[in-house]
C-alpha cells in the first residue's frame, strides 16, 4: 500500500540593520501556511488563473496564526514587492527588503500576499517584539519547503 503524506514547512529569516549598516537583531522563526495559501498552491496546480505570490508585509499584531485568516491582524504601512522569489527542488525561496520608512514600529508579524492590496495570502507568522526605527532596514527571506513523507 502507497501511503504519501505531502507536508509544507516555512522558515522565516528576519535582519534588521540601523542606519549604520549594522544588524541590531536577527531571528529565525517558523509560520504557518493558512487556507487561502493551501487553496492558492491547489489552483495553481490547475492553471495559472490565481497570480503569483508578489508582496511581503509586516504588522504589529500579536494573535496567533490560525489556518481560517486571510490578512495580517495590524498591518505596518503597506505590502512591499518582493525582491525576488527562486524555485529550487522542492523549495521557493521569497526576499523581500523594508528599506528606512517601510513597515516601522514594533514588529510581531509577516505575511506573503499575490496583490498589494486584498488577493490570498499564502501564509503568516508571529514573533517576538522587533522595533523597527524609521532609520532602519529589514530584509526577510521566506522558505517554503515541500516534502512528502
Known amino acids: 500500500m502507497l501511503n504519501e503524506n505531502l507536508k509544507l514547512r516555512g522558515d522565516v529569516s528576519l535582519v ?19 487556507n487561502d495559501g ?15 505570490m ?3 508585509a509586516l504588522g504589529s499584531g500579536t494573535t496567533a496564526p490560525a489556518a481560517g485568516q486571510t490578512d495580517l491582524v495590524s498591518i505596518l504601512g503597506s505590502r512591499e514587492a518582493l525582491d525576488s522569489s ?18 516601522t514600529g514594533a514588529v510581531t508579524e509577516a505575511g506573503i500576499f499575490n496583490a498589494s492590496s486584498g488577493g490570498d495570502m499564502l501564509c503568516r507568522t508571529t514573533f517576538s517584539v522587533v522595533n523597527k526605527e524609521a532609520d532602519d532596514t529589514m530584509s526577510v527571506t521566506w522558505t517554503i519547503t515541500l516534502t512528502a513523507s
Do not use: P, Q, W
Not at 534588521?16 to 493558512?34: A, Q
Open 86 to 103: 527562486t524555485v529550487s527542488s522542492n523549495t521557493i525561496t521569497y526576499v523581500a527588503s523594508f528599506e528606512a520608512g517601510d513597515g
Open 38 to 52: 493551501l487553496n492558492f498552491i491547489c489552483s495553481r496546480m490547475a492553471g495559472t488563473s490565481a497570480s503569483v
Open 16 to 34: 534588521l540593520k540601523g542606519k549604520d549598516g549594522k544588524v541590531k537583531d536577527s531571528r529565525e522563526i517558523k509560520n504557518l501556511i493558512v
Open 54 to 56: 508578489s508582496h511581503m
